[in-house]
């Protein structure tokens, strides 16, 4: 089984006070000074310090780093970044890192140097649990953004999409982590490289030098730093194709749910005029408009792609929230908590197992007892479960809200239109109404309206999966402060109601609420908590009826929508033809709340062009041309 705990690095120190990895044998930092050896080698070497800094005048760039370590070449990059008037409007880091520090011995070892506390503070409150895989972090209005992978490099960084300004190669010494510095890092790099990239790092090992030099670098040595007489420096000379933002700003986006309010903001966050249509009056007004919904991961015992997913996605998405209720925004929600309680003891017995998976984060999960689990809920419970203390439930409406009113000049809301065709003209798309009126024109349109999405965008594999909550009153029933899930699930009252369910039927177009669906929610409700229902009478509760848009595989589709609907006969997902300028970002399922805002931002970056947030193994899990690449895998086999 598959761990998702890290094997963490431990805070020790040599003789004269250096940072130092017993497990390594090597120091973090030269003893001359950790600052100053991050500016003179990485900063320096690379070119982004004097007054013909390499940043100067662009848009974005992107540095891509080895081992983040102390964090401390990141620290000494934003601050020079900020500090440097004519530097490039967005500033990407991304790093790796194997042996990750707690958040505590960072805030230890921080304090060695006081002029990068205001970056320090800010990483720290941001620093994520420690798990395995992609964490993206924003700072500084989202200008800086720092993407972190957590886990071996050598399995990591083949799974980075991104094009890299600057390298940072940084890590223990050759002899002391080879891994680190071996042809297949290199080769790694070089597929990232843009054109004229620079890269810099402290040592001169010969093997490193010849290794870089075969993978397209131009190595040369330069002054070192103390006690260092030479570093290494070089230069990418293999010419490609480089990465082209849009020229033109402007996207429509079809769908005001969850989906399209979160692209909506993700795109006017990076400078984005952006129409947002639908056919309702309002926003959230389908599945996106219950009451309250459930905020939580789903851990497997393999960690395949969707646990890995949805675990990305909601330390995103916790992360997100807290950037708008900080931001004074409307949103609606609380960190409650969520307790997922077991079915049997054989599901018990493999929640058990998970939670162990995770041991060195119980922030983020951890098993607890029958006893454990009774406490949290305030109610006698018949099995223990998993504890997600960061849980909890959002109103998926009001983060809707809070999406559009974050930037709200960006956004032009275009309710009461139902577009019912698409068509591209010339380099723009034009979305009409059953007149044939043009509601908008944009180069860029993104399809976020759940299961309509296939009319618009041809044979994509979407059905209708029909849910019903069931609300019931606070005054009828005992306190629930928590969320509490099994087959179905409890949230505490808001706005004077509990929110139960939900019912899934596949293809089940009926809209009305249906009192069949109140018992099965009430039943399992009581399944859950044994005897909370009581005498609730079913035909007295109100209820709410949503569709939520699903796949075959239950994976959400986020990217270009394929130009074809026919198998290809090549089975390698760049090779499949996209329609230019038109996205999808539906099949969210029932996980909209935990998926919506990483989904969103994975498509923006896309269309930027920008260091993507997942590993490319999930990028290419969502992809919508997934679908066509097993078709053409199985004619093969076949």
């Known amino acids: 089984m598959p761990s998702c705990s890290l094997a963490l690095a431990s805070l020790t120190y040599t003789a004269d006070g250096t940072p130092y990895s017993a497990e390594y044998g090597d120091v973090y930092h030269s003893a001359a000074g950790g600052l100053e ?61 194997k042996h990750p520090f707690t958040a505590t011995d960072l805030a230890v ?16 409150k941001q620093w994520p649990p420690l798990l395995p895989g ?42 002391k982590n080879p891994e680190l510095w071996s042809p297949q890092i290199f080769s790694g790099l070089a597929r990232l490289a843009a054109n004229d990239a620079t890269l810099a790092t402290w040592t001169v090992s010969a093997a490193v030098r010849k ?47 969850l989906a399209g309010c979160a692209v909506a903001e993700r795109l006017a966050a990076r400078g984005w005029q952006v129409t947002l249509i639908d056919a309702a009056s309002a926003p959230a007004q389908g599945a996106s408009g219950n009451p309250a919904g459930v905020l939580r991961p789903q851990p497997s015992l393999d960690d395949n792609p ?27 929600w609380d960190d409650c908590g969520v307790l997922y309680l077991a079915r049997d003891p054989v599901h018990e017995e493999s929640q058990r197992r998970i939670a162990d998976s995770h041991a060195s984060t119980p922030d983020y999960l951890r098993f607890v007892e029958r006893s454990e689990a009774a406490a949290l809920a305030c109610w006698p419970v018949s099995t223990s479960g998993w504890w997600f203390s960061g849980g909890g439930w959002v109103q998926p409406a009001s983060l809707c809200r809070a999406n559009l009113q974050r930037h709200a000049g960006r956004i032009q809301s275009c309710f009461g239109r139902a577009v019912e065709r698409i068509q591209r003209h010339g380099e723009q798309w034009h979305a009409m109404d059953a007149a044939g009126g043009v509601i908008d024109t944009a180069p860029l349109l993104i399809l976020a309206n759940a299961t309509d ?23 009828t029933t005992p306190p629930v402060e928590i969320v509490v899930c099994q087959d179905g699930y409890i949230t505490p009252a808001v706005d004077g109601l509990h929110c139960i369910g939900a019912s899934f039927s596949v293809d089940d177009e009926k809209t009305e609420a249906r009192l069949a669906d109140h018992h099965e929610n009430l039943a399992r409700l009581d399944t859950m908590l044994p005897g909370y229902t009581g005498n609730i009478d079913p035909a007295a509760l109100a209820g709410r009826v949503g569709f939520r848009s699903i796949t075959q595989d239950r994976m959400p589709i986020i990217g270009a929508i394929p130009a074809t609907n026919i198998a290809p006969t090549s089975t390698r997902m760049a090779n499949i033809p996209r329609q230019p300028g038109l996205y999808g970002l539906l099949g969210l399922g029932s996980r909209g709340l935990v998926w919506a805002t990483l989904a969103a931002e994975l498509l923006a970056a896309q269309i930027e062009g920008e260091p993507l947030p997942l590993e490319g193994d999930l990028v290419d899990a969502v992809d919508p041309a997934r679908f066509l690449l097993r078709q053409a895998r199985r004619g093969i086999l076949e």
């Open 37 to 97: 050896q991050a500016r003179h080698v990485f900063l320096g070497g690379n070119r982004l310090l004097s007054e013909h800094a390499r940043w100067r005048g662009r848009e974005r760039f992107v540095i891509v780093e080895t081992g983040f370590g102390l964090g401390l070449n990141f620290l000494a990059t934003w601050q020079a970044w900020r500090d440097d008037p004519q530097r490039s409007a967005r500033l990407h880091f991304v790093s790796f890192e």
């Open 109 to 124: 070892l921080h304090q060695r140097w006081p002029q990068l506390a205001d970056c320090s503070r800010h990483l720290l």
């Open 134 to 175: 992609a964490h993206r972090l924003h700072f500084d209005d989202e200008r800086v953004t720092l993407t972190l992978f957590l886990g071996d490099a050598q399995a990591l960084l083949p799974k980075l999409r991104a094009r890299a300004d600057a390298f940072y190669l940084d890590g223990f010494a050759p002899d």
């Open 211 to 257: 290794g870089l030099s075969a993978s397209g670098f131009v190595i040369e040595t330069a002054p070192g730093f103390s006690p260092k007489r030479e570093m290494s420096r070089g230069v990418f000379r293999i010419k490609r194709d480089a990465t082209v933002a849009p020229s033109q700003r402007h996207a429509m986006v079809i769908g005001a749910g």
């Open 306 to 332: 969707l646990a890995r997913l949805s675990r990305a996605a909601y330390l995103y998405a916790l992360r997100h929230l807290h950037t708008l209720t900080d931001a004074n925004l409307p949103l609606r």
């Open 453 to 475: 999405g296939r009319r618009l965008a041809g044979e994509l594999p979407l059905r209708n999966a029909r849910g019903q909550v069931s609300l019931l009153p606070q005054s």
